[in-house]
């Protein structure tokens, strides 16, 4: 990973591992979109090998929110780009997320956490003032209990988000994809358990989760 100060690594390399020459301008435009995004602390954030077959041009981030050596969240995002548009995104972009992180119990016994989740992508995105379609995602909690030799730990509860939107296009037909970035570390910060920063802050329907230090350790 990265250090941890909202940057991301050297050594990021091509676009999708195809030669530069038969990547579209937009989504070469996009990326570096995404590779000049300046975050805040605490993230670390690399590139990593994107899934295959989703659209012709793909690009994606891994990342982790960090406090010490804990890793208090954790996400993989993914910049999704078919020059011919593609019906169900109404465009020819698409972002697609993944963002992990365990909860103490008072949060997880919230009934209302899934959709407050939900609100914390929405709210960080029109927080922003960007323009966004056809979004769609699942929040989804699973508890562990243990038994036996692990009898003693206590039960966990871990959440998971997965989401997609179609981020609007701008000047050049790229969208603003710095700022879709920013919107998304929001989201991280947030499921973390951080309060949120900048123009997030204070957004209405977004609800902060107490701040904690890290993951329960038994």
């Known amino acids: 990973m990265a250090a941890a100060q909202g940057r991301f690594s050297d050594g990021a390399d091509g676009v999708d591992g195809a030669k530069e020459s038969s990547v579209p ?22 590139p990593t090998k994107p899934p295959q077959r989703l659209a012709p041009h793909a690009y994606a981030l891994e990342a982790a929110v960090v406090d010490g050596e804990d890793d208090l969240a954790d996400g993989r995002l993914i910049l999704l780009h078919d020059p011919s548009g593609h019906e169900a ?66 039960p966990a509860t871990q959440i998971e988000i997965r989401a997609s939107w179609t981020p609007r296009e701008g000047t050049g037909g790229v969208p603003d994809t710095s700022a879709h970035l920013a919107a998304w570390c929001e989201l991280l910060c947030q499921v973390a ?8 802050e204070g957004a209405p329907g977004v609800v902060s989760l107490p701040q904690r230090r890290g993951p329960h350790h038994p």
């Open 25 to 46: 301008l937009p989504f070469r435009r996009a990326v570096d979109g995404l590779r000049k995004a300046r975050l805040r602390p605490g993230i670390e954030i690399d």
């Open 89 to 154: 995104w109404q465009g020819t972009f698409r972002l697609v997320t993944l963002v992990r992180a365990e909860l103490e119990p008072e949060m997880a016994a919230d009934p209302l956490l899934p959709e407050v989740c939900w609100s914390w992508l929405t709210g960080a995105l029109e927080a922003r003032g960007l323009a966004y379609g056809e979004p769609s995602g699942t929040v989804t909690m699973a508890s562990s209990h243990y038994f036996g030799g692990l009898g003693e730990r206590r």
């Open 193 to 200: 358990g951080l309060p949120p920063l900048g123009p997030a």
